[in-house]
């Protein structure tokens, strides 16, 4: 395993402010304040690559794992978006594999992810005590900073961990904002009883029942009677997000979407994750992965 580096100066660390934990001690999950990280000639860095361990690794559903790590570092910095860069134990992979970061509990960080091929079919065989090789948290956050407005939180599939994340950001920091999740599954609603924890209303549907398209539908009504700004955060199948950018900006609701990409680095050397926007092609582990609908020239497409 690695030990302990700093990443250079031009990886230097997003900050977007502190999450406040206004609940009492029966909660389960509480955010930290931030420390002021690693600091040279008065600047804040990233730690790079590092080794740390595994709290438990579970199964939510067939094929889908929760993997905890304990982390002091990304639990008192990550924000809701952001993700971190896992390493195999095969020094034959040398990529990593890049998971959205979902709840933060005290120094233990978790991950959800889907078992797609060998690397992550390693991670899933893990087990409590081992370590893990990790880098972040990395990327862009989402805006959260509207005192007043109504988050929508609409996540497909593996999609749904920054929605988690910005559902427990909100919940844990004591803001007034109203959160309805709705996601969508194949089949199982694996994320439900975790997003309930910090949602105020949460609504699932699988293959069988429609899709999140169906759920914003039902709400529209309901939507359109609401005085406070309404922004649709979302992550997932990109068709699923471009069709969520059609139905929001034909009602005027602001989006931003959390874009799932092939990685090689996480920090923005490989160019491996572009993608086209109007402002040319950015990529999508430095400049996102959140990006606003009128960016990725969305709002047209079905």
């Known amino acids: 395993m690695m030990s302990t580096q700093f990443i250079p100066t031009q990886i230097k660390q997003r900050h977007t402010g ?3 934990g206004s609940h009492d001690a029966s909660d389960i999950c509480r955010c930290h304040e931030p420390s002021e990280g690693i600091v040279v000639n008065g600047e804040s860095y990233l730690p790079a690559r590092r080794s740390v361990p595994i ?11 929760e993997l905890v790590i304990r982390d002091r570092y990304m639990a008192e910095h990550a924000r809701p978006a952001q993700f971190a860069n896992l390493f195999t134990h095969d020094g034959l992979r040398l990529m990593p594999r890049p998971f959205g970061i979902c709840e933060i509990c005290g120094d233990e960080v978790s991950f959800i ?11 899933a ?7 893990i090789d990790v880098l972040g948290p990395l ?5 959260l900073t509207s005192p007043d407005a109504r988050y929508i939180l609409v996540g497909g599939g593996l999609g749904v961990p920054p929605l988690i994340q910005a559902a427990q950001y909100l919940h844990d920091s004591g803001r007034e904002n109203r959160t309805t999740a709705i996601f969508g599954y194949r089949k199982h609603h694996f994320a439900d009883s975790i997003v309930g924890q910090y949602s105020d209303d949460v609504r699932s549907i ?3 029942q429609g899709n999140v398209i169906t759920v914003l539908d039902s709400m529209d009504a309901e939507l ?17 997000m471009k069709a969520v950018a059609f139905w929001a900006s034909s009602r005027g609701i602001a989006t931003q979407f959390n874009l799932e990409e092939r990685m090689g680095c996480g920090y923005g050397t490989c160019v491996v994750c572009v993608v ?17 609908a009128q960016e990725l020239g969305w709002e047209s497409e079905r």
């Open 139 to 143: 990327g862009t956050t989402f805006d």
């Open 18 to 20: 502190p999450a406040k």
């Open 206 to 208: 699988d293959e069988e």
């Open 125 to 131: 065989q893990m087990k409590a005590g081992d370590s």
């Open 55 to 65: 709290v438990s690794v579970r199964q939510l559903d067939q094929g889908v794992i």
């Open 276 to 292: 086209d926007t109007i402002h040319g092609r950015k990529k999508v582990c430095l400049d996102g992965p959140v990006f606003t």
């Open 113 to 123: 992810f889907a078992i797609v091929g060998a690397g992550t079919a390693q991670f």
């Open 224 to 240: 359109r009677q609401i005085s406070d700004p309404v922004v649709i955060l979302s992550c997932g199948p990109t068709p699923m």
